[in-house]
T-cell receptor, first 113, second 111 residues
Framework: EAGVAQSPRYKIIEKRQSVAFWCNPISGHATLYWYQQILGQGPKLLIQFQNNGVVDDSQLPKDRFSAERLKGVDSTLKIQPAKLEDSAVYLC???????????FGPGTRLTVL | KQEVTQIPAALSVPEGENLVLNCSFTDSAIYNLQWFRQDPGKGLTSLLLIQSSQREQTSGRLNASLDKSSGRSTLYIAASQPGDSATYLCAPEGGTDKLIFGTGTRLQVFP
């Protein structure tokens, strides 16, 4: 069974630029999560989708971050414009259903200069 | 607001030792708790998931226990190996699907 796929693995941008990350969850997993992990900290949930609907985006900085999961499968997370403090690893995870075991992708390491 | 603490923050042991990693959380109203390992520069690998109705779960050399009422979980690693070197994270889930992570225990097992 293929795991959660993410791309790109690394991205370096300058502040005020835009960036997008892509995630493909495990086949058949209805629930998809985006987490932000700042160096030295545990991951923090940004947004959760159930199929193509948003369940929780309470910790998403909506003035600059957006995410979508249009067909209930792949998802894209965008930052526009980026700030220095957005430097982090962005992790995508999926679970079969809400409350189930979560499986994580390899992450995208973002550096904002 | 759920807060998660993991002790110790770092641990360095010789190969073969049995280890105990501790996780405490402030809100005992959890639905389940997951333990993960994270290798440097990598994503998280799920190790064990304990439902709130369970007391423990085992997978190979790993055993995780949960005492919901006291807000504690323990990950026991038997006969540690250099390949166990990683950061171990615990994450309780409070019924809203949101995992709240601790800052982890960084484990190094040397030959």
């Amino acid at each position: 069974e293929a795991g959660v796929a993410q791309s790109p693995r690394y991205k370096i941008i300058e502040k005020r630029q835009s960036v997008a990350f892509w995630c493909n969850p495990i086949s058949g997993h209805a629930t998809l999560y985006w987490y932000q992990q700042i160096l030295g900290q545990g991951p923090k949930l940004l947004i959760q989708f159930q199929n193509n609907g948003v369940v929780d985006d309470s910790q998403l900085p909506k003035d600059r971050f957006s995410a979508e999961r249009l067909k209930g499968v792949d998802s894209t997370l965008k930052i526009q414009p980026a700030k220095l403090e957005d430097s982090a690893v962005y992790l995508c995870a999926s679970s079969q259903n809400r409350g189930g075991e979560q499986f994580f992708g390899p992450g995208t390491r973002l550096t904002v200069l | 607001k759920q807060e998660v603490t993991q002790i110790p923050a770092a641990l360095s042991v010789p190969e073969g030792e049995n280890l105990v990693l501790n996780c405490s959380f402030t809100d005992s109203a959890i639905y389940n708790l997951q333990w993960f390992r994270q290798d440097p520069g990598k994503g998280l690998t799920s190790l064990l998931l304990i439902q709130s109705s369970q007391r423990e779960q085992t997978s190979g050399r790993l055993n995780a226990s949960l005492d919901k009422s006291s807000g504690r979980s323990t990950l026991y690693i038997a006969a540690s190996q250099p390949g166990d070197s990683a950061t171990y994270l615990c994450a309780p889930e409070g019924g809203t699907d949101k995992l709240i992570f601790g800052t982890g225990t960084r484990l190094q097992v040397f030959p």
